[in-house]
Every structure is written in C-alpha cells, then in structure tokens.
C-alpha cells in the first residue's frame, strides 16, 4: 500500500517562513511528478508547485520568488520552502505524486492535507 504523509504545517505571522514535507512510503517503483495543492475555504484546489523527477518545476504565478519546491529522491520525500508568507496563502496544502508501482501501473495519490495558516 502506497502513501504519502505531509508535515510541517503550522501557524505563522505574515513574512514568516514554513518547511512543508511530504513522505511516500510502501512498495512502489519509482515516483514520477509531485506536486503541492492548497485549497482555502470556499475555493477550488489549486496547484502551487510541481516538480519533475528530472527537477523540472513549475510554479503558480502567486508564488514565484516566495515558494520553493525540491525532492530528495533517495528519500522518497518533497519539501516545499514557502518565505514571505501572506494571509492569502492561508489554505490546506496537499501533496499528490504520481507513482509506478509497477513498470507499467502508475496512479495519482494524494496526502490527508496539513493546514497553513498566516495571520495577523
């Protein structure tokens, strides 16, 4: 069984800084994409960042120049290192990566979600 655990989430005033980790774990063969989403209250989930297995990012333009994202293959794991922090960015954010578990199976899967919240 594949999983993918977040942490790091947390409480911060505005210009703050938070580290976001996300862990796969189980049997699988190797992880392609992986991406952090946010979802505020009341609006749709949206992408924040991505990033290849070559280390191809990809961000969304509210976060540039704020947010980075990076993989640490031989851990399974992905950081997201968000500075600068906004009310805005207040959000559940979820991990998702898509993962082989076989040569030719690959699926989505996605973390329980931890909770950013920036305030005054």
């Known amino acids: 069984q594949v999983s993918l655990a977040e942490s790091g989430g947390g409480l911060v005033q505005p210009g703050g800084s938070l580290r976001l980790s996300c862990e796969a774990s189980g049997r699988f063969f190797s992880i392609n994409v992986m991406g952090w989403h946010r979802q505020a209250p009341g609006k749709e989930r949206e992408l924040v960042a991505s990033?290849?297995?070559?280390?191809?990012?990809n961000y969304a333009d509210s976060v540039k120049g704020r947010f980075t994202i990076s993989r640490d293959n031989a851990k399974n794991t992905m950081y997201l290192q968000m500075n600068s922090l906004k009310p805005e960015d207040t959000a559940v954010y979820y991990c998702n990566a898509n993962i082989a578990v076989t040569l030719l199976r690959k699926f989505d899967y996605w973390g329980q979600g931890t909770q950013v919240t920036v305030f005054s």
């Open positions: 990033i290849g297995s070559g280390a191809d990012t």
